[in-house]
T-cell receptor, first 114, second 115 residues
Framework: DTEVTQTPKHLVMGMTNKKSLKCEQHMGHRAMYWYKQKAKKPPELMFVYSYEKLSINESVPSRFSPECPNSSLLNLHLHALQPEDSALYLC?????????????FGSGTRLTVV | AQSVAQPEDQVNVAEGNPLTVKCTYSVSGNPYLFWYVQYPNRGLQFLLKYITGDNLVKGSYGFEAEFNKSQTSFHLKKPSALVSDSALYFCAVRDMGAGANNLFFGTGTRLTVIP
């Protein structure tokens, strides 16, 4: 299995909703990442988990809450989002926390906040 | 801080012609450089990387990139473009911020191959 699987592929949520994005990989990778990508813009790093510990939190608002239950799974919990949070949310993994190995990306979750 | 620049938002090339997508970088220390491609509504796919060694790096789908230290460039090239190469291309550099390294992406270049 050489894939990163993200679910759901599409999500529409209201500003008072609570939802979660899920990311899963079975490549034995020990680092996992959340990126946010607005239309026609590059991906921007949100969180980095290395060996199941949060190592980077790029000043992301608290309405985004990451969770790494085990080395194969990464969640992003969403609560009280704003319309400007609408974006493509990408999960990635790498063999180790060193980018030497490059990243494997999932196809993303297209999030729309209404 | 590390940075990477893609000076062209859009590149158009005729099918069968050679293509070049430009990237310049600014890093302290030895650069780790990457190219990724993104098709509509999809995640990013790895094309190639330069860490060390030969300046000409060969990657997926017939792409290659040349590392030029004196010009701080890492341009992506392909000898003969295909319509299916039309996509968004990102150059990326290792960012050592916050004590853990990660990828910092350029603004992207949209490549359109015209039949």
């Amino acid at each position: 299995d050489t894939e990163v699987t993200q679910t759901p592929k599409h999500l529409v949520m209201g500003m008072t909703n609570k939802k979660s994005l899920k990311c899963e990989q079975h490549m034995g990778h020990r680092a996992m990442y959340w990126y946010k990508q607005k239309a026609k813009k590059p991906p921007e790093l949100m969180f980095v988990y290395s060996y199941e510990k949060l190592s980077i939190n790029e000043s992301v608002p608290s309405r985004f809450s990451p969770e790494c239950p085990n080395s194969s799974l990464l969640n992003l919990h969403l609560h009280a989002l704003q319309p400007e949070d609408s974006a493509l949310y990408l999960c990635a993994s790498s063999q180790d926390s060193d980018v030497y190995y490059g990243y494997t990306f999932g196809s993303g979750t297209r999030l729309t906040v209404v | 801080a590390q940075s990477v620049a893609q000076p062209e938002d859009q590149v158009n090339v005729a099918e069968g012609n050679p293509l070049t997508v430009k990237c310049t970088y600014s890093v302290s220390g030895n650069p780790y450089l990457f190219w990724y491609v993104q098709y509509p509504n999809r995640g990013l796919q790895f094309l190639l990387k330069y860490i060390t060694g030969d300046n000409l790096v060969k990657g997926s789908y017939g792409f290659e990139a040349e590392f030029n230290k004196s010009q701080t460039s890492f341009h992506l090239k392909k000898p003969s473009a295909l319509v299916s190469d039309s996509a968004l291309y990102f150059c990326a550099v290792r960012d050592m911020g916050a004590g853990a390294n990660n990828l910092f992406f350029g603004t992207g270049t949209r490549l359109t191959v015209i039949p």
